[in-house]
């Protein structure tokens, strides 16, 4: 009985990889495009108005400015001439044709997990699209940062190339998250906190950390500090839509990876993802009492926003700001909309985070968020309140917020 199912898992086996070398080339390539999709290739190879994949989008270093190259297939300014080999050598050992390092602005460090057959679906999807003939821009690094045999030393600190591997004592649906979020999705690249000299600290995985002034927050299964008290549920409809009621909502780079890339995966594989996301080692942190999503209560006060009553005389001007510009759509005491498109405020973990960047964000630049049910919108009001709130709102205990977190996010 079990040499007889187990011949038929072999022969189940067999048959699967045969059906993989017939693959025909439209299936070859929709499989690409869906695999450079929870890749997320495009976020970072596309500038705002430019062509898909035409590259040229800035990378701000510490080592100088960089500029993302062209990976579509133009022969001359793009990828065209590049054999399997060398595209497979590029997304697992961040090396480019010349052989030479690439910087790790370019998320090899998580893509080497990939497997070979995925790689060349994505290069079989890059190489099906219309060339775009646009030189890549010079990078701006001062010498010695410009010299890429530099980054030797880099990746032997934090470079190890290799291939995804399964855990055989977990579930194949765990195994599969596993690949979409450490391999594919590269959530780690802005969930995992850099040691000193800028790698994933391998001892912290998915403790957040802050990205180009946002907070990429903890996303691991500490029921305070990370999202270990969401359900599966809540997980797979914040990757699908960015939006999960009473928890959390998605703004700047979450944004664009639910936009780009998780909005377009399976229900099967946004499951796989939660599966594993619900497993990873939790990380605590002392300084966090209460989850991200608990803080303030419902009200019809402004007052209790955060849970925390505003003391001083700023109160009246705070509360005027907000009946002003957002209690139109947040509603008076901050509950959000009954059919909560607006979101509440309370019980939000923008809110309630322990650093107040997100929060300033948002309220600078708003949301914007393309999802499968239509647009998510709220404007931004950087330029309308501008230095008046900012004050006011610099002045409010209650928001932890300091004038000089404003300046610095605007890179004043
Ligand atoms: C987080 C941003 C980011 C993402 C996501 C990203 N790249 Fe890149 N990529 C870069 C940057 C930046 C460089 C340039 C690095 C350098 O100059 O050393 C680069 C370089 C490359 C190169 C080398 C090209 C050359 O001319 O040398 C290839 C090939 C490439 N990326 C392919 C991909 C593919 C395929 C994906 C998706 C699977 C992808 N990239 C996703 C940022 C990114
Ligand atoms: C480019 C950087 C970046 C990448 C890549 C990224 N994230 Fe995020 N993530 C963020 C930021 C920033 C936030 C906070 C967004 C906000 O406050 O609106 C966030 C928020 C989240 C949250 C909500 C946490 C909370 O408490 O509100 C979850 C869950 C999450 N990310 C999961 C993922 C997963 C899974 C991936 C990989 C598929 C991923 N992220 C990839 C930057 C990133
Ligand atoms: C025109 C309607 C509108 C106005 C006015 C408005 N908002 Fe919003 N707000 C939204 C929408 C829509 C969202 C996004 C919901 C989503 O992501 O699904 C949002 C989201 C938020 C979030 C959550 C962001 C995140 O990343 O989790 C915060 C915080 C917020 N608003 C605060 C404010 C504040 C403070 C004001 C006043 C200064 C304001 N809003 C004014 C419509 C509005």
Request: charge should be negative; charged fraction near 20%.
């Amino acid at each position: 009985m079990k040499t007889l199912t187990l011949s038929l898992i072999a022969a189940a086996g067999l048959f699967s990889m045969a059906a993989h070398a017939d693959e025909s080339g439209t299936d070859l390539i929709k499989r690409g495009e869906y695999l450079t999709q929870a890749a997320d290739c495009v976020a970072c190879h596309t500038t705002k108005d430019g062509k898909p994949f035409a590259g040229g989008l800035a990378f701000k270093t510490p080592m100088g400015t960089l500029y993302s190259p062209n990976i579509t297939a133009d022969k001359e300014t793009g990828i065209g001439d590049w054999s399997d080999a060398d595209f497979l050598r590029a997304v697992h050992e961040g090396k480019n044709k010349e052989g030479q390092h690439l910087y790790p602005a370019f998320p090899y460090t998580s893509y080497t997990l990939l497997k070979d057959d995925d790689v060349k679906a994505i290069k079989a999807y890059l190489f099906s699209l219309l060339p775009v003939h646009q030189p890549n821009r010079e990078n701006e690094m001062p010498f010695p940062f410009n010299q890429r045999w530099g980054m030797w030393f880099w990746n032997l600190v934090n470079f190890d190339s290799k291939r995804f591997e399964p855990d055989t004592s977990q579930s194949a649906e765990w195994n599969q998250g596993k690949y979409l979020v450490d391999g594919l999705g590269h959530c780690g690249e802005c969930h995992t906190p850099r040691n000193i000299t800028m790698g994933m600290k391998d001892s912290k995985p998915y403790a957040g950390t802050e990205v180009d002034g946002w907070t990429a927050f903890n996303i691991s299964s500490d029921k305070k500090a990370g999202i270990g008290s969401w359900s599966k549920g809540d997980i797979v409809q914040y990757l699908r839509s960015g939006h999960v009621k009473g928890k959390a909502q998605a703004a700047g780079p979450m944004a664009e990876v639910i936009e780009n890339s998780t909005r377009h995966l399976t229900d099967a594989d946004l499951n796989a993802m939660a599966t594993y996301i619900q497993t990873l080692k939790p990380q605590a942190d002392s300084d966090v009492t209460k989850s991200r999503s608990d803080w303030g209560h419902e009200a019809t006060s402004v007052d209790n926003l955060r849970g925390v009553p505003f003391k001083d005389t700023q109160e009246t001007d705070g509360a005027r700001l907000f009946l002003g510009n957002c209690a139109s759509c947040h509603s008076f005491g901050g509950q959000g909309s009954q059919d909560g498109y607006y979101p509440s405020l309370m019980k939000n973990s923008v809110v309630g985070a322990k650093t107040s960047n997100n929060l300033i964000n948002v309220i600078l630049n708003g949301v914007s968020r393309k999802t499968n049910d239509g647009d998510v919108f709220m404007p931004g009001f950087a330029d309308t309140l501008s230095t008046y709130m900012l004050k006011e709102f610099g002045a409010q205990p209650a928001l932890n917020v300091k004038e000089s977190d404003v300046k610095d996010l605007r890179g004043e």
